[in-house]
């Protein structure tokens, strides 16, 4: 059973768009949502990350929404460059130990 | 090591073989982490050590796959008579036990049976 539900598998975007990746979950013991982004031939980094008692955070052009009551969080990009064309991959921990991840989607940034 | 260090980076093996892949993690982190990403797709988790605690195997795809943890320390997977779906890149992750802490990943291991 997948704990969290990543949404879309793939976003193509143009340059300068707003690219928005949506992450559901139904755990309410879930205490920590961070975002993951992944260049080819790399590991997973730590992108962004939010704790369920903050509605957003924002760091640079990159911002988390956080829907306590809907169980949903998503990540928004604005002015979207050709470098940040990657996959990204929300994920939720459970108690401050494991980790679970979305499917992750595919973003690409087009010139 | 200043991150997580996996090994090989690369590994072709023929279809049938075994394979033995190796994951140091960060030191001091208590939880460790095995994934399988196929080709353009996601996570797959496999499994999930964390401490002296009995490990979450219920990612494991089959009983080919095996997953041990020494000393709370170094992990190794091991895949017996691989199979060509095996190929994918498996990475290993670790991370300290509590709030507001981070998940770090290994560059991975690219498998491909031949």
């Known amino acids: 059973q997948q704990q969290v539900k990543q949404s879309p598998q793939s976003l193509i975007v143009q340059k300068g768009g707003i690219s928005i990746i949506n992450c559901a979950y139904e755990?309410?013991?879930?205490?920590?949502f961070p975002w993951y982004q992944q260049f080819p031939g790399k590991g997973p980094a730590l992108l962004i990350a939010?704790?369920?008692?903050?509605s957003e955070k924002k760091e640079g052009r990159f911002t988390i929404s956080f829907n306590k009551s809907a169980k949903q969080f998503s990540l928004h990009i604005m002015d979207s460059q050709p470098g940040d064309s990657a996959t990204y991959f929300c994920?939720?921990?459970?108690?401050?130990?494991?980790?679970?991840f979305g499917t992750g989607t595919s973003l690409t940034v087009i010139p | 090591g200043a991150g997580v260090s996996q090994s090989p980076s690369n590994k072709v093996t023929e279809k049938g073989k075994d394979v033995e892949l190796r994951c140091d993690p960060i030191?001091?982190?208590?939880?460790l982490y095995w994934y399988r990403q196929s080709l353009g797709q996601g996570l797959e988790f496999l499994i999930y050590?964390?401490?002296?605690?009995?490990?979450?195997k219920s990612g494991l795809p089959s009983d080919r796959f095996s997953a041990e943890r020494t000393g709370g320390s170094v992990s190794t997977l091991t895949i017996q008579r691989t199979q060509q779906e095996d190929s994918a890149v498996y990475l290993c992750?670790?991370?300290?036990?509590?709030?507001?802490?981070?998940?770090?990943f290994g560059q991975g291991t690219r498998l491909t049976v031949v």
């Open positions: 992750a670790s991370s300290f036990t509590g709030t507001d802490t981070e998940a770090f």
């Open positions: 755990n309410t013991a879930f205490d920590y």
């Open positions: 939010i704790r369920p008692d903050v």
């Open positions: 994920a939720a921990r459970l108690g401050g130990n494991q980790f679970y």
């Open positions: 030191s001091g982190h208590t939880a």
């Open positions: 050590f964390q401490g002296n605690s009995a490990p979450d």
